[in-house]
């Protein structure tokens, strides 16, 4: 009777090791700052979220931009924000945030703030204001007799009067120069921009209420799988163990049974490591292809990165959890293998 509940209980360690470990394989990749910050430092999420922030700076860009008419144009304001939206800073946003949005979600108060620092930015202005003019410049035409004429047509008839370059015209040193004075004019506009904004800030109330209520139930959900896995754990031992009493028997057949037990649960463990990336596989292609058709080009990307990188630290976990295991009982079968036989303690029947 003894060797059968040892066998049940065996079946359920085994059983239940293997959802421990993806429980708690599942709450260390989900809930740590780490697996995030391997996905933004990727090339392909980096690329494609500054691209998105690009656009929406050009955007901006072109709005403030369209007082200039034709002298400005889409292609000028897709090259400043390329200019002012570098990887590195994107990256170094986006690290930022996710201190404070885990921070808060292990307990900090009070409410994160998720601030964007403009401070770099502003201190690229009065350089990229320089290169534009001075390219803008040099794509004019030299003034000659028929430019002339042009203008004065143009002036005439009060339409827009083409602009030409002087020939010999020194670009550089006009742009440079005290009487343009450009940086001055561009670092005074600058002074009313912050150095930094608070991107909840800047949100309506409903909206900032939305999401620190969804961070308040994510952290309530943390808090209360980590609760329900601590007992899955410690109940796990207390069967680990009662196996031991169960099957009281010399060192060496104890230990057989403790080893094989560990080997078939990381065994149990590793398989689910495989199924890990089938699922992976089922789950992509779901996301990847919604009811209205493929996400747009320009998520897929950031999208697959992230998929990536999660399921690469849950299997990275699931496999040093199912390894240990199987390679502590193989060690323990093996250690009992080098013991000398003995007779049974009590009867284990």
Not at 6 to 14: E, K, S
Not at 215 to 224: E, H, K, P, S, V
Not at 250 to 274: I, K
């Amino acid at each position: 009777m003894r060797k059968f509940l040892a066998g049940v209980l065996a079946l359920v360690f085994v059983v239940g090791f293997a959802l421990d470990a993806i429980g708690w394989g599942a709450l260390q990749t989900l809930f740590s700052p780490n697996t995030y910050i391997t996905i933004i430092r990727r090339p392909e999420f980096v690329g494609a979220a500054a691209e998105l922030a690009r656009d929406q700076v050009a955007a901006q860009v072109m709005e403030q931009g369209a007082a200039l008419g034709s002298l400005f144009t889409a292609d000028d304001a897709d090259w400043v924000a390329k200019q002012l939206v570098s990887d590195p800073w994107l990256t170094a946003q986006m690290e930022q945030w996710l201190g404070v949005l885990f921070d808060y979600l292990k307990g900090a108060e009070p409410q994160p703030e998720l601030i964007l620092s403009l401070a770099e930015l502003k201190h690229k202005v009065p350089d990229i204001a320089e290169t534009l003019l001075a390219d803008k410049l040099r794509r004019l035409p030299l003034c000659t007799m028929e430019k002339v004429a042009e203008a004065l047509v143009a002036l005439l008839n009060g339409s827009e009067i083409p602009l030409c370059l002087p020939p010999n015209f020194d670009v550089d040193g006009f742009v440079r120069s005290d009487t343009l004075n450009l940086r001055a004019h561009v670092a005074a506009a600058m002074r009313s921009v912050p150095d930094s904004v608070d991107i909840l800030a800047l949100a309506d109330e409903a909206d900032r209420a939305s999401v620190i209520a969804g961070l308040n139930a994510i952290r309530q959900a943390q808090r209360q799988a980590r609760d329900y896995l601590t007992v899955l754990s410690a109940a796990l031992v207390g069967v680990f163990l009662l196996i031991g009493l169960l099957r009281w028997t010399p060192t060496r057949a104890l230990l057989q049974w403790w080893g094989w037990t560990l080997v078939l649960s990381g065994g149990l463990a590793l398989t689910a490591f495989g199924l890990l990336f089938v699922v992976r596989g089922v789950v992509w292609a779901w996301v990847a292809t919604s009811p209205n058709g493929a996400l747009p080009a320009n998520l897929l990307p950031m999208v697959q990165a992230a998929f990536d990188g999660v399921f690469s630290a849950m299997g990275g976990w699931m496999l040093f959890v199912g390894g240990a295991a199987a390679l502590a009982g193989l060690a323990l079968a093996a250690l009992s293998l080098a013991m000398p036989r003995g007779e049974p303690i009590a009867d284990s029947r």
